[in-house]
């Protein structure tokens, strides 16, 4: 056994913790897929990445939505995922539109829950944190999204002023 010194400490059993830098894609439970394209289709602008027989997945820019069959928990209530879209209030017009209950929540909120259960929340860009850099954006058609003040003072203050 080795003598333990200064130049020879005690190993650390324990790793130091990574940063996340972010999250890669989602997974959604759904019952059916060709039901979930269809649904989704009808709400958000996409393009299908890949598809098995049992998993299809969705474009968001540099991240994507995986649809997974095999939903067999009830639908959600707290647990939910944000999706952060160009404009909130079209989304909203475009789920009343087809028909999609809207969550009574604050007028802040605009949750809604898929025909699965999945809940989701829409976020407008311009009011939040998080940021795609241009060339993203700009890949997305999407070039013309600016942040708010209050958005851009929140990211000022983290040290991730948007240039």
């Known amino acids: 056994m080795p003598e333990i010194s200064a130049e020879n400490p005690i190993p650390s059993s324990t790793p130091t913790p990574v940063p996340v830098v972010g999250i890669n894609h989602i997974v959604l439970e759904v ?7 269809d649904f989704y289709g ?8 890949g598809r098995s027989e049992s998993q299809a997945e969705i474009d968001l820019g540099d991240q994507f939505i995986a649809l997974v069959t095999g939903r067999a928990q009830p639908a959600d209530v707290k647990r939910h995922v944000g999706l952060v879209v160009a404009d909130k ?3 909203r017009a475009v789920l009343l539109a087809n028909g999609v209950e809207i969550l009574p929540l604050p007028d802040r909120f605009l949750d809604f829950l898929d025909p699965w259960g999945n809940r989701i929340e829409i976020i407008g860009y311009e009011n939040i944190q998080f940021t795609k850099v241009d060339h993203v954006l700009r890949g997305m058609g999407l070039g013309h999204l600016r942040k708010t003040d209050a958005a851009i003072d929140e990211l000022t203050e983290k040290g991730m002023r948007p240039d």
């Not at 019952?31 to 394209?37: R, S, T």
């Not at 009808?42 to 990445?49: I, Y």
């Open 31 to 37: 019952g059916d897929l060709d039901e979930a394209l």
């Open 42 to 49: 009808r709400l958000f602008t996409f393009e299908q990445r």
């Open 89 to 91: 209030e079209a989304v």
